[in-house]
């Protein structure tokens, strides 16, 4: 691209270096002098300066226009809500739970946002909690019987649905002995809320999940990811 | 060393971009403020930095790429991740480096095209349409000039089009790419040299819009 000989190069650099201050208003009471002494040579570097002038000039135009759109991107930042919860639950997932992953995330996330059923304690359920628990004035023996509770007091008032009949598989290994198999797997309870502000989950164009505002009085399709 | 710095033949001293305060305009406290969440500082450094990221972007994207499309990328990422920077003079470094990351990966998506109404808010961005002769020769060339720019060296291209930016001084320009001023400076001198040479070899408008073309 340079068409200048090695021996030139210097002079050109010097030169190119002097109009460049020139055309941005930097140029010193030192540089002006050295400038007009190239001139005094070289008389045709003033229409290479009022060239490149005008040259600037045009190019920055055009790139002030094509860069205005930018006013006109706000800042997202009612996704900062959202995000720190998720960050936080995501430490939490790689320190305690080995399988967490987004599942775990989403059945937090969950809790974060709409609470349990009022009189339920998460308890029992959780890893490394202890059965037996007393949590709010009953109490609940084992995971199961904690878990037909929320169920009776979901139903009463109208929160829970009832429980999905299947139960999804997420991991089984074989039990040392042989008869049998350790499931770990996937029990879904079916609830009802009234949502005010629903979000359904969404991917931008870097493939990240961002939360999208559904409008109101619009319905979700079956399936649909939302919190 | 990096490839933008193995591209250098000048003598190239990188140093730490000063903090954002004062010197720059920036309220101080600003970006410390933004780094911990607070929403309307990150909304004001958004505002305060958000053209000269669209240059960086403009710079360094495939032609195809909707620079909106980007900028908004940007953004979400700049909320979403803000809060990872443990030093507030790296802001502007990782902002730019979102940028490049950003446009660069644009190249390897498809982009979509979001119909006339995405069009005609970049016509309104580009402000009215001049109907005079002069008018359309300069837009003209400033589109031309543009492209020609876009074929500049990847570290010249950036430096040459961020001095192009409203109020972006060598300092400042300095302090987003990492480089010394007067780096910046040598590659801005340098960076015109070419795109005038180029422009030279693939003829330029004459003052009736006609193309001359000149022979090397």
New interface residues.
């Given amino acids: 691209?340079?068409?200048h000989d090695n021996d030139n190069t210097r002079d050109?650099?010097d030169r190119?270096?002097l109009?460049?201050?020139i055309?941005?208003a930097?140029a010193s009471a030192e540089d002006w002098a050295a400038f007009r002494a190239f001139a005094a040579d070289e008389p045709e570097v003033w229409s290479e300066l009022a060239?490149?002038q005008r040259?600037?000039d045009?190019?920055?135009?055009?790139?002030?226009?094509?860069?205005?759109?930018?006013?006109?991107?706000?800042?997202?930042?009612h996704?900062?809500e959202s995000?720190?919860p998720v960050a936080r639950i995501g430490a939490v997932m790689q320190n305690g739970w080995s399988w967490g992953g987004w599942l775990a995330a989403a059945a937090l996330l969950l809790a974060f946002t709409v609470g349990l059923p009022r009189g339920v304690g998460v308890v029992g359920g959780m890893p490394g909690t202890a059965p037996g628990t007393q949590a709010a004035g009953f109490s609940l023996g084992t995971p199961e019987e904690a878990l037909d509770r929320y169920i009776d007091l979901g139903k009463q008032s109208g929160a829970v649905v009832g429980q999905s009949p299947d139960f999804i598989v997420l991991e089984s290994t074989p039990l040392a002995d042989g008869g049998g198999n350790e499931v770990v797997y996937l029990r879904q309870q079916i609830e009802r809320r009234e949502v005010r502000d629903l979000y359904r989950l969404g991917t931008?164009?870097?493939g990240?999940t961002?939360r999208v505002p559904v409008e109101a009085g619009k319905a979700l399709g079956v399936g649909a990811k939302a919190f | 060393m990096t490839r933008r710095e193995a591209m250098d033949t000048d003598a190239t001293t990188a140093t730490p971009g000063p903090a954002f305060g004062p010197a720059d305009g920036t309220p101080p406290g600003l970006v410390r403020a933004a780094m911990a969440?607070d929403?309307d500082a990150?909304?004001t450094l958004?505002q305060d930095n958000?053209?000269w990221?669209?240059?960086v972007m403009?710079a360094a994207k495939p032609r195809e790429a909707d620079?909106?499309?980007l900028?908004?990328?940007v953004?979400?990422?700049?909320?979403?991740q803000v809060?990872t920077i443990d030093d507030e003079r790296a802001l502007r470094g990782w902002l730019r480096q979102v940028a490049l990351n950003?446009a660069r990966?644009a190249g390897r998506?498809t982009t979509?095209r979001k119909g006339l109404d995405r069009e005609r808010?970049?016509e309104l961005?580009?402000?009215p349409a001049g109907s005079g002769d002069a008018q359309v020769a300069?837009?003209d060339?400033?589109?031309r000039?543009?492209q020609l720019?876009s074929e500049l060296p990847e570290a010249y291209r950036e430096c040459?089009?961020l001095?192009?930016?409203?109020g972006m001084s060598?300092r400042a320009i300095a302090s987003i790419t990492g480089l010394a001023e007067t780096t910046v400076?040598?590659r801005?001198?340098?960076g015109?040299?070419?795109?005038?040479?180029?422009?030279q070899q693939q003829g330029k408008p004459q003052h009736n819009g006609q193309k001359q073309q000149v022979h090397?």
């Fill in positions: 691209m340079n068409t050109h650099l190119d270096t109009l460049t201050r055309i941005d930097e060239e490149m040259q600037h045009v190019l920055a135009g055009g790139l002030r226009e094509a860069i205005a759109i930018a006013d006109s991107i706000e800042l997202p930042v996704e900062h995000v720190r931008d164009e870097l990240n961002v | 969440g929403a990150l909304r958004w958000r053209r990221i669209a240059a403009l620079l909106e499309d900028l908004q990328d953004a979400l990422t700049m909320v979403r809060h950003t990966a998506t979509r808010r970049h961005a580009r402000g300069q837009r060339e400033a589109d000039l543009m720019a040459v089009m001095r192009c930016v409203r060598y400076e040598t801005i001198a340098r015109r040299r070419m795109l005038r040479e180029i422009a090397a």
